[in-house]
């Protein structure tokens, strides 16, 4: 049914007219969480892990509040909550889960330090990694790769972290001019195995190949319009995704080839100070627009071109939405940092 309706609008509004979500028949209902019980305050982040539950940080550092709140599928209601001493968390801003079921967590605060916390969630075990053979900084994004090393950026000193599965190894760190990091902000890995690191000072994203993590790729030039790049993913099929919170705009670099980017922009789209990107389950790109009160989803066609469709009022309240996850049902979690909700899309 809703495929239907869009062709309705599509055939009145010309094929290459945006689509805005508050005037058809939604896809996906919103579902504001803002209860006390689940302690937000200025959420900025999360992950869904593959059991169903929803992770969100919230990050008040006017305030010096930070918490971890675990949504758990099998009852939303009733959420566990992580904070206090115990977690060392410190501006935490960064999160990913592993095979395992651990939850890391990057804290940019202090001298920088990366939480591990291991099930059972009602009762975890945690563990903090910090020092200076880890060489953080500012670390601000984190993901684990197929072999269940965890990698970190980290914005303070350009550099990346390798902290190898099980603590098997001394942790690995990469720097220095070959890899041209400038102030990293998101990593992500691709399909293959490959490490994607967006710079946000130098406007470029470097890969470290899974085949040699020494012998970098850096992508940056005028065709890739990255301006203040901010956030990387990666979707199924290996193509790479960067939001750039300046411009007003999207570039997808594609698996195939990505010297040859595409970039999203203009009216059609809505981007204003994007900030995160991530896929859900069916191959589609989703983009929360800050300072635009929005989310822009990409919506994969049959022939692999994207179909913009933007979320907002009156439909859909965000208020300076900054991460979203999506979890295994096709759900999309919104992070609103200006109220302290969260907005659940439930896909119907």
């Known amino acids: 049914m809703r495929f239907v309706y869009k062709c309705l609008i599509l055939l009145l509004l010309g094929f290459n007219s945006i689509i805005y979500a508050n005037q058809i028949p939604p896809g996906y209902v919103p579902r504001v969480i803002n209860s006390s019980i689940y302690q937000f305050n200025a959420p900025s982040t999360g992950v869904a892990d593959s059991q169903g539950n929803v992770w969100i940080l919230s990050d008040n550092f006017f305030e010096q509040y930070y918490c971890l709140t675990m949504i758990p599928q099998a009852n939303p209601s009733n959420p566990e909550i992580y904070k206090g001493d115990k977690y060392k968390f410190i501006l935490p801003i960064g999160i990913t889960n592993d095979s395992a079921g651990n939850i890391w967590v990057t804290n940019g605060g202090g001298y920088g330090s990366v939480t591990k916390i291991s099930p059972p969630y009602t009762n975890p075990s945690i563990k903090i990694y910090s020092g200076d053979a880890y060489h953080f900084s500012v670390p601000i994004s ?108 999207v570039t997808r670099l594609p698996a195939a080839n990505p010297e040859s980017p595409k970039v999203y922009s203009g ?82």
Do not use: C
């Not at 990698?151 to 190898?164: H, K, L, P, Q, R």
């Open 142 to 249: 984190i993901v684990q790769d197929k072999e269940g090393n965890v990698w970190i950026a980290n914005s303070g000193n350009d550099s990346v972290t390798e902290i190898f599965k099980n603590d098997t190894r001394a942790p690995a760190v990469f720097s220095g001019q070959s890899f041209q990091f400038s102030m990293p902000t998101g990593i992500t890995i691709d399909p293959k195995g490959d490490i994607w690191v967006v710079n946000n000072k130098g406007n470029s994203v470097t890969k470290l190949p899974s085949t040699n993590r020494n012998n970098p790729k850096v992508y940056k030039g005028n065709n890739f319009h990255f301006q203040s790049p901010i956030s990387i993913t990666s979707d199924a099929s290996g193509n790479i995704w960067v939001t750039n919170f300046y411009g007003g705009s």
């Open 267 to 348: 009216a059609n789209y809505q981007f204003i100070s994007s900030r995160m990107v991530v896929p859900d389950v069916y191959g589609n790109i989703w983009v929360t627009n800050g300072d635009g009160n929005s989310v822009t989803e990409l919506e994969l066609q049959p022939d692999k071109t994207y179909k913009p469709i933007v979320y907002k009022e009156p439909y859909y309240i965000f208020n300076k939405p900054f991460g979203l996850t999506a979890d295994r049902a096709g759900n999309i979690w919104v992070m609103n940092s200006g109220n302290n909700s969260v907005t659940e899309l439930v896909k119907i």
